[in-house]
């Protein structure tokens, strides 16, 4: 719906031009609006093999993969295209998936060195990648390193997780309730603030997987004399243990 962009467009469209580096769109927009309309079309269009990762992973997700490699070539078809010098950073998320979607454990573990190098991912997602990929032990071993951590973000991931994605990994999964137990016990000397929560979490365990425990009675009373509204339990949940 304007005369000056119609002209250049039909002018385009005359020449008939075989070059991928051309694209010509029609778009229903006058002139104002047609700026709005086709810029985001252009950007991608230009910058289309800006992160071409799908290609790389194609030719490179193999048993020759190398991580290191793999980064050069990316960075060395950025600059070469673009002229920008860049780096892959959170995007190691997206070749981690892929390397699940395509089954690669090899290329899987290669790239979960390098982020153990980097630390450039949180050991949550290390875990859940490894869990979705059924990848136990090294699943189980970013747990244990959690106890370990200095980070705040870590403890406090930790403690959203534990009543029931960690409890589902060690329970359903993995079928050691007993191990479970074990290592909340570790976490309550890691962040005893979180004592109350996690003795009602033991108490559950114990009762549902009808483990016998000598400190029962002990945690039972421990969780009501200082109960407080928390994110794992109500005085109701606790009661239902039935523990006297």
Known sequence: MDIDFNELGYYLKKLNLNNKYLKVNKYNANHT?????????????????????????????????????????????IFEKYGIRTKIGWDVDYLLYKSVETNNTFVF????????RTNILQLQFRFWYCNEFNQNERAKSYLYEMLQSQDTNDKLIFFANLNKQYSDFFIDK???????????EKAKVKWPEY????????????????????????????????????RYFTKDNLQELNIK
């Open 195 to 230: 004592t109350l929560e996690f003795n009602y979490l033991i108490l559950k365990v114990l009762t549902d997987n009808g483990i016998e425990f000598p400190k029962k009675k002990k945690y039972y009373r421990y969780c009501e004399q200082n109960f407080k509204k928390n």
């Open 174 to 184: 993995l079928k050691q309730p007993q191990k479970f137990v074990e290592f909340i």
């Open 33 to 77: 609006q047609m700026p709005f309309v086709s810029l985001f079309d252009a950007l991608q269009f230009v910058f289309s093999n800006y992160r071409f990762y799908d290609k790389l992973i194609e030719e490179t997700y193999n048993k020759e993969f190398n991580y290191l490699h793999f980064k050069e070539l990316y960075q060395k078809n």
């Open 109 to 116: 573990h290669s790239i979960l060195d390098e982020i153990d």
